[in-house]
């Protein structure tokens, strides 16, 4: 595997559903991010974790919960979700992160629909 | 408020007519600006990135420059296969909405 991968591709989940995307990172990189992409709406950062420690955290909603048990994995536990949380949710990783910033190598994405 | 806008929204093009795309920002002390492709149900792919006003930087038939307000991705003779959308992004995360760019054969 090379890149950044993410499972599951797709996911359809009920409201009262408990599930978690993964998402994982080949480069070698420090930091990695967390963001939704819904249509007509510019990508929204989510979390950033630095060195497995958590550097941001913009205002998401408690039902989406975070891990980053290392450098290399990255996950997202969602429970309780509402159907405005149905979007494209996009792993991503850079070199390390920095005020000044560095491209960041996105995975495909898990496109998640909450019936 | 940090903000960055794409314009325009969508455009068509045939193969070989030039154009450029636009985005503009309202970051305090930018220190990157950064250009991704994303193709239909896949991830951003990284383009570019431009540090300082005057910069350009060029990738077969794309070309991004950047000013103190807004930078630019000229694409000459574009190719079907450069059909996309465009995004750009600051240093601080902050993404525009993209142009969804069509060029037609």
């Known amino acids: 595997e090379t890149g950044v991968t993410q499972t599951p591709r797709h996911l359809v989940m009920g409201m009262t559903n408990k599930k978690s995307l993964k998402c994982e990172q080949h480069l070698g990189h420090n930091a990695m991010y967390w963001y939704k992409q819904s249509a007509k709406k510019p990508l929204e950062l989510m979390f950033v974790y630095s060195l497995e420690e958590r550097v941001e955290n913009n205002s998401v909603p408690s039902r989406f919960s975070p891990e980053c048990p290392n450098s290399s994995h990255l996950f997202l536990h969602l429970h309780t979700l509402q159907p405005e949380d149905s979007a494209l949710y996009l792993c991503?990783?850079?070199?390390?992160?920095?005020?000044?910033?560095?491209?960041?190598?996105f995975g495909p994405g898990t496109r998640l629909t909450v019936t | 408020e940090d903000q960055v806008t794409q314009s325009p929204e969508a455009l068509r093009l045939q193969e070989g007519e030039s154009s450029s795309l636009n985005c503009s920002y309202t970051?305090?002390?930018?220190?990157?600006l950064f250009w991704y492709r994303q193709d239909p149900g896949k991830g951003p792919e990284f383009l570019f990135t431009l540090y300082s006003a005057g910069e350009e930087k060029e990738k077969e038939r794309l070309k991004a420059t950047l000013t103190k307000k807004e930078s630019f991705l000229h694409i000459t003779a574009p190719k079907p296969e450069d059909s996309a959308t465009y995004l750009c992004a600051e240093n601080k995360l902050i993404f525009g909405t993209g142009t969804r760019l069509q060029v037609f054969p």
């Open positions: 970051v305090s002390g930018l220190r990157g």
């Open positions: 991503a990783s850079s070199q390390d992160y920095r005020q000044f910033g560095y491209e960041q190598y």
